[in-house]
């Protein structure tokens, strides 16, 4: 077979003398790498060196945390590994927060961490930190080249084993180890089938849900990596159950279908929440069921007490962890999907002799949810109803209103953390999976631009947009270089409301007004900054104009073209994050028992 090192995309087969710089880009040519996100560094030129030869494409970004998240939106769009690399010390420190941003988003990123030479580490050299500690807590598995002749077989590891846990490894090599000659074979890469989970535990499985009298289905992000819609939606038909989206994997069941019922957890779907609230067996389809994402909404309680729950998830350490389940499967979401439709077809079913009456409630509901949303123009508590008044800016419910009816067909959205990218999941419908991408559990301000770059890059045919505001945008923006300088068109939503808005609304509902640190006072047009770095940037007051300006830009993608769409927004705020985990202050010491108006 092959063994010409000059034919791209083929690894070299068989065992054979070569540097391990050579060994390490060959591994990565046989696992399938055809881009790279980082910033350059002495400690890997060797490599680097050989990428453009290799059909490698290195992605020079910003600032390392965008290169990792880059990464991950890389890997979740293609369900393929997302590379990124960096210099040893200040860029691999640089990489920790988008690392863990990408273990709770279950991504299979590979973080390649170059490190100090192995003769002189210890001694407090330039650019040293001990990296493998750093990482240990947000990785799945963590590969130590410990031996310049293992540095293909350890790659490999990493990439395999980034796949099999679904999730972020690290493959740590000392610089002096790229150089030298070594003989080795370049491993293939190992994909390991996943099965639907235990007999015993299907076959429980199948018997509850056949007698539920309203079964409803939790679809969740494991049916997404597993490409198992299509037997999730065969399943929800087999049962005609109501299905809703777990917290932020709106993506995980088309919107369109008339099972779908809409999102739970912060700012979700109450359709959701109230059937869900009934049911009498929950099928969490490839879900961990998060405790962020089933915290009760607009004051409903609605995770059912009583009912029974069958939960389906690849990882066994996720079974029963935050909800008590009364069946558990270890399980590929999809095969386990599939599993139950051959156990539940041609099975009298007790949910289809109520079946008329369970969707004729389904259909109210979203009815009902719909209208309260198209009401919902504005909030209405006292704070928004004070700062929107007089205000010429836009109301934030009814842009986002507004972005949903203008989203053109295919889009992928990434969303941030903030008060306004939260109260978009009331608002972010998609068709097909692998298109949604939030920054999950870990939550971190900064996520959502970068992290569309990275899934534009995996594909670039599809409009990609990022919802941003404008506190996140502040660490995130200097991205725009790496879209104009590599040819990387997207589109940012910054939403311009003045304030770090999520933990504002923290100061107004628990603190009397004190604000500390929370406005954003004298901020430049953030339309004019993307326009002095080559992007376009357009600032939008009126409603009238914003789905014209989204679909202009979704356009403009199309002619290589970055904008940023800068929302002119009033300062009122949604429901706060985290109820659930403030309480009103209490004051022991005499000094500290100022009230606002005290202050002054
Ligand atoms: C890296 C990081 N720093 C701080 C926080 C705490 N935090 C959560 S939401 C938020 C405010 C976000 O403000 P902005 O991006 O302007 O969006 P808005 O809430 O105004 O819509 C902050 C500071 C965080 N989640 N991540
Ligand atoms: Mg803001």
């Given at each position: 077979m092959n063994t010409m090192t000059d034919q791209k995309n083929l690894a070299v087969t068989g065992r054979q003398k070569m540097t391990p710089s050579e060994a390490f880009v060959e591994t990565l040519v046989a696992q399938g790498v055809k881009d790279v996100f980082g910033i350059v560094g002495s400690a890997y030129m060797d490599a680097l060196d050989l990428f453009p030869l290799a059909g490698i494409r290195f992605i020079s970004v910003a600032h390392e945390q965008?290169?990792?998240?880059?990464?991950?939106?890389y890997s979740r769009v293609s369900g393929r590994h997302g590379v990124c690399i960096a210099q040893n010390g200040p860029g691999i420190t640089n990489f920790v927060t988008s690392?863990?941003?990408a273990f709770w988003a279950h991504s299979p990123v590979v973080v390649i961490t170059p490190e100090t030479g192995s003769a002189t580490i210890g001694l407090g050299g330039f650019q040293e930190t001990e990296q493998l500690p750093i990482f240990?807590?947000?990785?799945?598995?963590?590969?130590?080249?410990?031996?310049?002749?293992?540095?293909?077989?350890?790659?490999?590891?990493?990439f395999d084993r980034a796949q099999l846990e679904l999730g972020p490894t690290q493959l740590n090599i000392p610089r002096d180890f790229f150089y030298g000659d070594?003989?080795?074979?370049?491993?293939?890469?190992?994909?390991?089938?996943?099965g639907a989970g235990g007999e015993r535990s299907l076959d429980e499985a199948a018997v509850l849900l056949a007698a539920a009298k309203s079964p409803v289905i939790v679809c969740g992000g494991g049916v997404v990596m597993a490409n198992g819609q299509p037997e999730a939606i065969r399943l929800a038909e087999l049962l005609q159950a109501p299905v809703a989206n777990s917290y932020l994997h709106n993506d995980s069941f088309p919107a369109k279908h008339p099972l779908w019922v809409g999102p739970l957890?912060?700012?979700?779907?109450?359709?959701?929440m109230k059937l869900l609230a009934a049911a009498d067996v929950v099928l969490a389809l490839g879900t961990r069921l998060g405790p962020f994402g089933t915290l009760p909404q607009y004051g409903i309680e609605y995770w059912p007490k009583d009912a029974k729950i069958i939960q389906v998830d690849a990882d066994a350490r996720m079974l029963g962890l935050v909800k008590p389940v009364s069946v558990g499967i270890c399980g590929d979401a999809k095969a386990a999907a599939q599993a139950l439709v051959t156990r539940l077809a041609g099975r009298a079913l007790a949910c289809i002799a109520n079946r008329e009456a369970r969707l004729a409630t389904v259909r109210a509901e979203k009815a009902e949810w719909e209208a309260e949303l198209d009401g919902w123009a504005q909030e209405k508590d006292?704070?928004?109803?004070?700062?929107?008044?007089?205000s010429t800016y836009m109301h934030p419910r009814q842009m986002l209103r507004e972005l949903e009816r203008a989203m053109p067909e295919g889009a992928m959205v990434s969303t941030d953390i903030g008060n306004i990218c939260s109260v978009s999941n009331s608002y972010l419908r998609f068709e097909r999976p692998r298109s949604m991408f939030a920054a999950m559990s870990f939550g971190n301000c900064g996520y959502a631009f970068p992290t569309?770059?990275?899934?534009?890059?995996?594909?670039?045919d599809r409009p990609a947009i990022a919802y941003v505001g404008d506190g996140a945008w502040g660490m995130s923006f200097g991205e725009i270089q790496t879209c104009v300088r590599e040819n990387i068109p997207v589109t940012a939503v910054v939403f311009n409301n003045g304030q770090w808005g999520a933990e504002k609304k923290n100061h107004v509902d628990f603190y009397e007004n004190r604000f500390v640190g929370v406005n954003l006072d004298k901020q430049p047009s953030w339309a004019a900054v993307a326009r002095a770095m080559g992007a376009e940037g357009i600032t939008i007051e009126k409603i009238a104009d914003v789905g014209p300006a989204l679909r202009a830009a979704a356009k403009a993608q199309g002619e290589g073209k970055t904008t940023v769409l800068?929302?002119?927004?009033?300062?009122e705020l949604g429901d706060p994050f985290r109820r659930d985990a403030l309480a009103l202050p209490t004051r022991h010491l005499a000094k500290y028992q100022a009230t606002a108006a005290k202050r002054g």
């Open positions: 965008g290169g990792g998240h880059m990464a991950d939106g690392t863990a941003a240990s807590k947000v990785t799945k598995y963590q590969a130590h080249v410990n031996n310049r002749a293992r540095m293909a077989e350890l790659t490999a590891r990493a070594i003989e080795c074979e370049i491993p293939r890469p190992m994909t390991i089938e996943r957890g912060y700012q979700g779907s109450k359709a959701a006292k704070w928004s109803l004070e700062v929107a008044k007089g569309i770059i990275g899934a534009k890059v995996a594909a670039p800068e929302m002119m927004v009033t300062r």
